[in-house]
């Protein structure tokens, strides 16, 4: 199973899981927490936003004088990766008032969500497996923070990670200890041996799992606790580290004072003030080394590479280690939004080699053009050098295949008498625009059909990029030109020319040790693509690529025709996220993005529900084909699918949401979020 379908599967089984807690668990007593900004100028410029004094703001003799210290505080430096909630009572009270958490709840959902439950469990036991605890097991005995955080251990090629929970369970020993006892049971019921050791003033629980068949290494899982708080680890010097540090002989904030984690909590939780959200609880915090956090998430999963190529050491070979840390601050529940986040991603040097792709700056963020119809599900623009990026690849691709290859394939397509005699480099690329549109729709009624996208490329002499899709599409096997008096749609329906084995061409171009013999199914059988010029001089030409022709076909004629004011930018829900946006301060971006669930998940939640997602030549279905439809060893999979309720009974939970990024000078800022109404 690749790598990207084990962590998506898995990540959705731990939001059920947590969600689904949040959802059926409510506080009645529990309060908002409410939004503070950290004090950045403080010793701690890490102090958590959302946290009333005495809640994990304790400064470094806290332990003396008797103050609750948060678990952030406690981390080692090893830390990689931390998903922290601030008073779990209150998260789970603000979630279950959002419209997701009513729609979870709702009495429509329930056959659903109560078999997904069953599945999260299983799903669950990695986590389980690995530290003892489930999510329920948390909701229970946690009355304010919980913690969950992830360990780099390079030394250790065995376990070169470790996995650690911290609950604050301040009021609530008795539910801590129920737990704990339930644990014991189910370790020891499933061969797990148990040895208590003494730590300074602490008892720890050290239980030793009995190995699967096949399994060299032994697994721990470590528990301890007290008045205070729960720890739950998978390596017992992880947990013994963290009581040193309360007994004083550690000191604290050797992972809080990190300066990327202060600037990640500190600069998201501003902006989450500037939200004005006064009223919305902050549920989340996280913060990630993304290449540490990359390895330890492939051991977590044990992913086995089935070649020699490490994406990981890949990526940072050509200089994508400059990404030092992302992370964010989440709050829900607002009087405006129902779901807000704000994050930032560090980078530290210049960005070179393959890494350069990443450059862009910000453009003024304009309105959206009139030509995507008001029954868009989506709208994402993104600003980006096309022509450097696509250059920026080349030692990547080299690097992947070992091999200078990159060049050779660029100037065989334009030297290959049999092939498009295409010059990239002159005609192609310098034509290119820095503006990338990408849009969605689907039609009705709902069928294998219906989903359908588009992507747009702005771009500066139309008829040079035309006469280069011409000469490419003459060669495609499978192209045919439709009937179109007002531009050249070149439709490509997969099977109707002569057969084209591209494997079997590289084989004999000498690129044989780079063919992958596995058949992977194509993620488009048929698909569309336009010069599209704008209808007055100084409008915009495209570049258009759709999985439709008729979608093409549509939103070019609208390009043609220049109409405006009936559109996608028309309707009352996109104003209202559009004004979102400008309150937030997106003048100047490098993506935005507006997204209407009502309409976006129609046809593939449709045909989910329906079994025949399997028929479904969308992008965005064939990869869900993959993910929900394929197990281990390509086992069946299925998710029960048929319980979901019509979505006409559930979309009135769907509100309008939408996203930024911005350029920093240290980085990108990120914001995304759902509308309360």
Not at 300 to 320: A, M, P, S, T, V
Request: charged residues 30%.
């Amino acid at each position: 199973m690749r790598v990207g379908t084990v962590l998506i599967r898995s990540l959705a089984a731990v939001l059920i899981s947590l969600f689904g807690v949040a959802a059926h668990h409510s506080s009645p007593a529990a309060q908002p927490v409410q939004i503070q900004v950290p004090e950045s100028a403080g010793e701690n410029g890490a102090s958590s936003a959302g946290e009333t004094p005495g809640e994990g703001d304790a400064k470094p003799d806290a332990a003396q004088a008797g103050a609750y210290i948060s678990a952030v505080d406690l981390l080692p430096p090893s830390t990689a990766g931390v998903v922290r909630i601030p008073k779990l009572p209150s998260f789970c009270d603000a979630w279950r008032k959002t419209q997701i958490g009513q729609l979870i709840d709702s009495p429509e959902m329930q056959p659903f969500i109560d078999d997904q439950r069953e599945r999260a469990a299983s799903y669950m036991e990695t986590l389980d497996r690995k530290i003892g605890v489930k999510p329920d097991d948390l909701y229970k005995m946690a009355s304010g923070e919980v913690a969950v955080a992830w360990m780099s251990h390079e030394e250790d090629k065995r376990r070169p990670y470790s996995l650690c929970v911290v609950a604050d369970i301040r009021g609530k020993k008795k539910d801590a200890d129920d737990a704990a006892e339930k644990i014991d049971a189910d370790l020891k019921a499933g061969g797990a041996t148990r040895k208590d050791v003494e730590h300074g003033k602490e008892r720890i629980r050290v239980y030793r799992t009995k190995p699967k068949p096949g399994q060299l290494k032994i697994e721990e899982i470590v528990l301890t606790w007290n008045d205070h708080r729960f720890i739950a680890a998978d390596r017992q010097s992880v947990v013994t580290e963290l009581l040193d540090v309360l007994d004083g002989k550690l000191p604290q904030r050797a992972f809080s004072d990190r300066e990327s984690y202060k600037k990640v909590i500190s600069d998201s939780s501003a902006a989450i003030t500037q939200a004005k959200e006064e009223n919305a609880t902050v549920c989340w915090e996280w913060y990630a080394q993304p290449f540490a956090m990359g390895r330890i998430l492939r051991e977590l999963f044990e992913y086995d590479r089935r070649d020699d190529l490490d994406i990981i050491d890949l990526l940072e070979r050509q200089g994508f280690g400059v990404i030092d840390a992302a992370g964010g601050v989440g709050v829900v529940s607002g009087e405006r939004f129902d779901i807000l986040h704000r994050g930032i991603v560090l980078t530290s040097g210049k960005l070179t080699k393959a890494a350069r792709m990443l450059q862009g700056a910000n453009a003024k963020r304009g309105p959206i053009p009139g030509w995507p119809t008001s029954d868009s599900g989506t709208f994402y623009r993104l600003n980006w050098d096309l022509e450097s990026a696509f250059w920026a690849t080349e030692s990547l691709v080299d690097d992947a295949l070992g091999d200078d290859l990159f060049r050779p394939m660029i100037e065989g397509i334009r030297d290959d008498p049999e092939g498009p005699r295409i010059d990239i480099a002159k005609d192609f690329l310098p034509n290119l625009d820095d503006e990338v549109i990408l849009v969605t729709d689907n039609t009705t009624p709902i069928g294998p059909e219906s989903d359908r996208m588009l992507i747009a490329l702005k771009i500066k002499n139309a008829d040079v990029v035309a006469g280069v899709v011409e000469k490419a599409m003459k060669v495609e096997p499978d192209a045919t030109k439709l009937d179109v008096a007002e531009f050249d749609v070149w439709r490509v329906e997969r099977g109707e020319g002569e057969v084209d084995d591209i494997d079997a061409q590289l084989k004999e171009l000498g690129f044989e040790d780079q063919v992958d013999d596995e058949e992977v199914p194509p993620l488009l059988n048929h698909w569309a693509i336009a010069v599209v010029k704008g209808n007055v001089p100084g409008a915009p030409d495209y570049l258009m690529f759709s999985s439709h022709s008729e979608l093409l076909i549509k939103l070019g004629m609208r390009v043609r025709s220049g109409v405006t004011g009936d559109g996608l930018e028309s309707t009352d829900q996109t104003k209202t996220v559009v004004k979102a946006m400008d309150d937030l301060k997106a003048d100047e971006v490098t993506f935005d993005g507006v997204f209407h669930p009502s309409i976006s998940l129609r046809a593939r939640y449709e045909l989910l529900r329906k079994g025949e997602l399997k028929d479904s030549d969308s992008v965005i279905a064939n990869l869900l084909r993959r993910i929900v439809q394929e197990g281990d060893e390509g086992k069946p999979d299925p998710i029960q699918a048929g319980k979901l309720p019509p979505f006409a009974t559930i979309n009135r939970y769907l509100k309008s949401g939408g996203s930024f990024w911005q350029k920093t000078e240290d980085g990108w800022s990120m914001t995304g979020f759902l509308m309360a109404k």
